[in-house]
Structures are given as C-alpha cells and as structure tokens.
C-alpha cells in the first residue's frame, strides 16, 4: 500500500512563496512520474507539474516559471516550491504517485493566497 503525505500548505499573501512536500511510504524511484495537482470548489483537478522517473518535468502552462517540481529519492519525498504566489493560486495541492496503471493520491494540503 503506498502512501502519501502532504505538508507544507499555509496562507500566504500574493507575491510569497511556499514549498510543499510529499513524502511517500518507501521508495519513490519506483514510481514513474509524481506529481502535484490541485483543486478548488467545483472545479475538476488540474494538473500543477509532474517529475518523470528519467528527470524530465512538465507544468501547467500558468505555472511555468513561477512553480518547481523536484524529486529527492534518498529521502523519498517530492516537493513543489511555488514562488510569486496569485490569488488564483489558492486550491488544495494533491500529491500523486503512478506506478503503471496504479494511481496514488495524498489527503492534500490547503494552499491560500491573499490579495
């Protein structure tokens, strides 16, 4: 059973920064892409970044130079630093995990930023 824990989420004013961490039961170099998504009421969840198992990233286009993913395997966990934090930003952040065909998901964390 693989799990995932959220941490690292907070109020924030626009223009701050935070750094979000997922830290996962076992090792995350088996897992072939994790990512952060998010969501806010009635809206479907979006896609934020994903790390690849070969290192490659991708992110949403509204995250793009502002947000990074990295992956830290010896300490099983990924990250999400977001910088020059919008209102717009505000959601819960879901950490996911894909092994295969299996999809893992974390509780999620709330993200608030305040104009």
């Known amino acids: 059973q693989v799990q995932l824990v959220e941490s690292g989420g907070g109020l924030v004013q626009a223009g701050g920064s935070l750094r979000l961490s997922c830290a996962a039961s076992?090792?995350?170099?088996?897992?072939?892409?994790m990512g952060w998504y998010r969501q806010t009421p009635g809206k479907q969840r979006e896609l934020v970044a994903r790390?690849?198992?070969?290192?490659?990233?991708n992110y949403a286009d509204s995250m793009k130079g502002r947000f990074t993913i990295s992956r830290d395997n010896a300490k099983n966990t990924v990250y999400l630093q977001m910088n020059s934090l919008k209102p717009e930003d505000t959601a819960v952040y879901f950490c996911?995990?894909?092994?295969?065909?299996?999809?893992?998901w974390g509780q999620g964390t709330q993200v608030t930023v305040s104009s």
């Open positions: 076992g090792s995350i170099s088996r897992f072939n892409a």
């Open positions: 996911n995990a894909d092994l295969y065909a299996d999809h893992y």
């Open positions: 790390a690849f198992i070969g290192g490659s990233t």
